[in-house]
């Protein structure tokens, strides 16, 4: 579909006399008022820009790609149990539910019970369960609430015998961390202040460590630890295996590299910090009585697993358990008395076996190139159990027993509607980036796909914060890909697929790699006959969000459509915004140094529109509850492009209601969505929709 003939018409957004002075460069902000999703002149705009959208994207197609989601997500999935005490918890997913159930039970061959529904909390499915946590014995369950997506969450305390809740709730957290006591008498927590405590803009702010009592109301709770001197830092608390130690992880935002205290858990003495130089990351794997196991990339960008003993802390005593390898190591758990690492090679995993002196025993055998999704062990429990995903392999679950080394498939038949695998291909290319840098991407397509230079290609891409995108099934990329539509991942720089140094090469005043990076992708696919510039489509959320933002005015003659979903897009303001600081470790803060400035005011998509170019066609989503990535970066952005188009591009805008940022969403939002996001490619890309495939 071309737009260069076309005239689009939009809703009228007032320009105000906003300037902000960055380091003497003067810098506008017309459309600040939109910061403020409540006023009714705020509300009126969004609800005709989500109409027009609706406009473009509502048509028979959009029906018959929904009506095919709904189809290829009609199956059940497990997540890998844990086990506490004598009880395996699982969560459940069955087909079509809004959110997945959670299970328990003492053996896999029982029927097992129903312990927490969350599809009963709300009719809609905006309540969902964001983390859960057993005590030791098994016989209480710690778990958090979060309403329409919000970060902010509440815990409850469930009884596993009767599936009551008791009368406590404790609020104020998000992304809480719950150390239960080896008497299972009550827990550790992090928390936020009271509202009414602290100013406002701070509620985000002061975490705190807290202990809660079972049967108690949580104004008894005794505070545990707090750093009233430095705002900005949070906690995370454990419990080593053996009930001996409390742990802290000490932290700043979304920065992997963390402190580490320690204290005797029956002490009521200060903390003392183990590791308080935040040089490096590290993550708590076990302990041998006083000797601690650290995963770590301390002067080891790969990663190593270090054995730190308390007595003599210092890096020169520290015991080399597994040292750095050519292959990136990425998760560390202890189970059966072994160690079981997960390394990264070339983006996907592999799974291997120590013993307790580092010692290589075994590769655990994964059924395809792919990813390892969870990896749940204890040191004492003989079982280990995984999830594993690949693109064309749906997210199967495993336990695998480490004395017998036996694997065992703990859900066999797994059948999505109408899918069949080996109707596709995976395969990994590389793509070279303009200072030589090559870039891996995996490529899925029929088996039948032909090279013509024309087929529509959706390309995905992420590029920060140390994630890495592994090969994982989706059900929702299905109806792309049967309809002869190319899935493209790119793991450009800023994740974490090839260690530290991959990472840092993406962040901060290196941020345009990234950039380059997924931009040299677009350029392979075409070089090499895979698309055209017309039939090229870039997708990515949050930080993914920012860069196909920041991609699509960069070269605009290289991409036919852009789905840009709950983006970060106004890198002058992000900071000032709910978690937003928890990422100037990333990005920078430009207004705090004029260097930081300088790289974000070059690339930050919101000040980088131009006008009287043709930009291409773009879908920008947003949610009214997002309170992470909030909102007002997605609609300046829309009314930026929208002004500066004179109504030459095609730009939509589209606004969830009841929901967040991503995590939680019902099934029935989320298919919503990738229907327009479908029905909008679809007709962009050209790309025909048969329901014979």
């Not at 204890?378 to 064309?392: A, D, H, K, V």
């Not at 002869?484 to 345009?512: D, H, P, S």
């Not at 773009?618 to 309170?627: E, F, K, Q, R």
Request: net charge negative.
């Amino acid at each position: 579909m071309s737009q260069e003939q076309q005239s689009f018409t939009y809703p009228e957004a007032k320009r105000e006399e906003i300037v902000e002075d960055y380091h003497g460069t003067s810098v506008a902000d017309p459309y600040r008022w939109l910061e403020n999703p409540a006023t009714p002149e705020s509300r009126a705009w969004t609800d005709e820009q989500n109409q027009l959208t609706r406009a473009f994207v509502d048509s028979p197609v959009r029906g018959q790609i929904l009506s095919r989601l709904k189809e290829v997500c009609d199956y059940d999935r497990w997540s890998a149990p844990e086990k506490a005490g004598d009880h395996y918890f699982f969560w459940k997913h069955e087909g079509l539910k809004n959110q997945p159930v959670l299970y328990t039970t003492t053996r896999f061959t029982s029927e097992p019970k129903v312990l927490l529904n969350p599809n009963a909390f709300s009719k809609e499915g905006t309540v969902s369960v964001m983390s859960t946590t057993p005590s030791w014995d098994g016989n209480q369950l710690a778990y958090s609430l979060s309403h329409r997506g919000s970060d902010w969450q509440e815990i409850r305390i469930r009884d596993v015998k009767t599936g009551q809740d008791s009368h406590e709730v404790l609020m104020h957290t998000k992304f809480a961390g719950i150390a239960w006591n080896h008497e299972n008498t009550g827990f550790y927590y992090n928390r936020y202040p009271d509202p009414g405590t602290v100013q406002d803009a701070d509620l985000s702010y002061y975490n705190a460590v807290y202990w809660h009592e079972l049967g108690t109301v949580q104004d008894d709770d005794i505070l545990v630890y707090e750093r009233p001197d430095d705002k900005d830092l949070d906690f995370w608390p454990t419990m080593t295996e053996d009930g001996q130690y409390l742990l802290l992880t000490v932290f700043l935002g979304t920065d992997r590299r963390n402190r580490i205290y320690y204290r005797p858990e029956n002490s009521r003495a200060g903390f003392i910090r183990l590791l308080d130089q935040a040089d490096a990351h590290y993550q708590f794997v076990g302990n041998e009585g006083d000797t601690f196991y650290f995963f770590t990339d301390h002067q080891a960008p790969h990663g190593r697993l270090v054995g730190i003993q308390l007595k003599k802390p210092d890096p020169e005593h520290w015991l080399e358990i597994i040292p750095e390898h050519e292959d990136i190591l990425v998760n560390v758990t202890l189970a059966g008395n072994r160690f079981v690492a997960v390394y990264q090679h070339h983006a996907h995993h592999k799974l291997r076996i120590y013993d307790l002196e580092g010692t290589y025993q075994d590769d655990i055998p994964l059924p395809t190139l792919g990813a390892v999704s969870e990896l749940n062990g204890r040191r004492y429990q003989n079982e280990l159990f995984f999830g594993f995903t690949s693109f064309l392999f749906p997210t199967r679950t495993y336990s695998y027993q480490m004395q017998a080394h036996d694997l065992i498939d703990l859900h066999e038949h797994i059948q999505v509607a109408g899918f069949q695998a080996e109707d596709y291909v995976v395969h990994q290319e590389f793509a070279t980036s303009p200072d030589g840098t090559r870039v891996p991407m995996f490529l899925v397509h029929r088996k039948d796909f032909t090279p013509t230079g024309e087929t529509p290609v959706l390309m995905y891409g992420y590029g920060g914060f140390r994630q890495s995108l592994t090969p994982q099934f989706t059900a929702t990329l299905l109806p792309w890909l049967e309809q002869g539509g190319i899935y493209c991942q790119v793991n450009t720089r800023g994740g974490f697929e090839y260690g530290v140094e991959w990472y840092k090469a993406g962040t901060l005043e290196r941020k345009q790699n990234v950039f380059d990076d997924f931009i040299s992708a677009g350029e392979w696919l075409i070089a090499n006959n895979y698309t055209s510039p017309q039939k090229l489509a870039i997708r990515g959320g949050s930080n993914g969000g920012l860069l196909v933002g920041a991609c699509m005015l960069q070269r605009p003659d290289l991409f036919g459509a852009v789905v840009c979903q709950v983006p970060v897009l106004d890198m002058l303001r992000y900071h000032r915004f709910t978690i937003g600081r928890y990422w100037v470790t990333d990005y920078g803060n430009a207004e705090a140094r004029v260097e930081d400035f300088n790289f974000l005011y070059a690339y930050s998509p919101l000040h980088n529109v131009k006008g009287g170019v043709i930009y291409p066609p773009v879908l920008i989503t947003s949610a009214d509850h997002d309170d992470r990535v909030v909102p007002s970066h997605a609609k300046k952005f829309a009314a930026t492009l929208q002004h500066a188009s004179h109504g030459h591009n095609l730009v939509l805008l589209r606004v969830d209601t009841d929901a967040g940022h991503g995590r939680g969403k019902p099934l029935s939002k989320t298919l919503e969505e990738m229907s327009d996001i479908y029905a909008f490619l679809f007709k962009i890309t050209g790309l025909s929709y048969s329901s014979q495939g």
